[in-house]
């Protein structure tokens, strides 16, 4: 066991959960030397935003680098992770994020459901690890606590038919170089900008329910060539989302 009985009752209510220090400082050094030299080389995705540039990452991140392999499969994070859905977990996706220093705007409140491919939603969670420090200044993550619990959100209405949602409480959770935050896939959540002088580099990892199926999704892989997107685009409604590209996480117990 990672976590106490507290911790999982604790997620089951609110959709999240921040967790310090998965990594140790050497791990934190190895991951983000990888890290660095992979945003460097240029291949990264965009979101624009009205008032700027949201954020930028790379897609696959455990695809294109063993190094990114390993902190996506890490036995820490996915032993939690598998505490906190209470079943067994494949990885769906990894995405290395970068959001520059000043100059890049606020991540939107948004529900990751919506745009995974995924059927089983209820079971599928976000790992989100800082390899730099992440003050509120920084764009630390925000939280809705809760909110994956309103059932009325769905895909068709999503955040824009529910503006009581942004009335709902929230939790900022400034995070240290290797700690983590897990957040359900329907809990809302967003980032702050980041107003310093130093990128905040992140990876964020998906994990799905060993059972899961493709269901196909417009909001997702729109104008997207990355090397998930196209596999996904050979793949039939309700064919198993299992195998080589989504391997379960944890091979001992």
Not at 11 to 37: D, S
Not at 119 to 126: D, M
Not at 141 to 163: R, T
Request: hydrophobic share 40%.
């Amino acid at each position: 066991m990672y976590l106490k009985a507290s911790d999982i009752t604790r997620y089951q209510r609110e959709g999240f959960l921040m967790v310090p220090q998965v990594l140790t400082p050497e791990e934190v050094a190895g991951f983000f030397e990888e890290a660095a030299a992979m945003l460097s080389r240029g291949k990264t995705l965009h979101w624009p935003s009205e008032k700027g540039m949201v954020m930028d990452w790379v897609a696959d991140a455990e695809i294109e680098s063993a190094i990114m392999r390993r902190l996506a499969l890490h036995p820490v994070i996915t032993g939690i992770a598998e505490e906190l859905a209470g079943r067994p977990l494949r990885l769906f996706k990894s995405e290395l994020l970068r959001k520059e220093g000043t100059g890049s705007t606020m991540t939107p409140p948004h529900i990751d459901e919506f745009a995974l491919p995924i059927s089983g939603a209820p079971v599928t969670l976000t790992a989100w690890v800082a390899l730099v420090d992440v003050p509120k200044e920084r764009g630390c993550m925000k939280f809705w606590p809760g909110s994956h619990q309103v059932k009325a959100v769905d895909e068709a209405q999503d955040l824009a038919s529910h503006p009581e949602m942004m009335f709902l409480p929230r939790v900022t959770l400034p995070l240290r170089a290797g700690d983590c935050t897990f957040h359900h896939a329907r809990t809302v959540h967003s980032a702050h900008a980041n107003e310093t002088h130093t990128t905040r580099i992140s990876l964020a990892t998906v994990y799905m329910d060993e059972g899961a199926r493709f269901e196909p999704r417009t909001l997702y892989g729109d104008g997207m060539n990355d090397k998930l997107s196209r596999h996904l685009a050979t793949m039939q409604a309700g064919q198993a989302l299992s195998g080589e590209c989504f391997p379960r996480i944890r091979w001992k117990d």
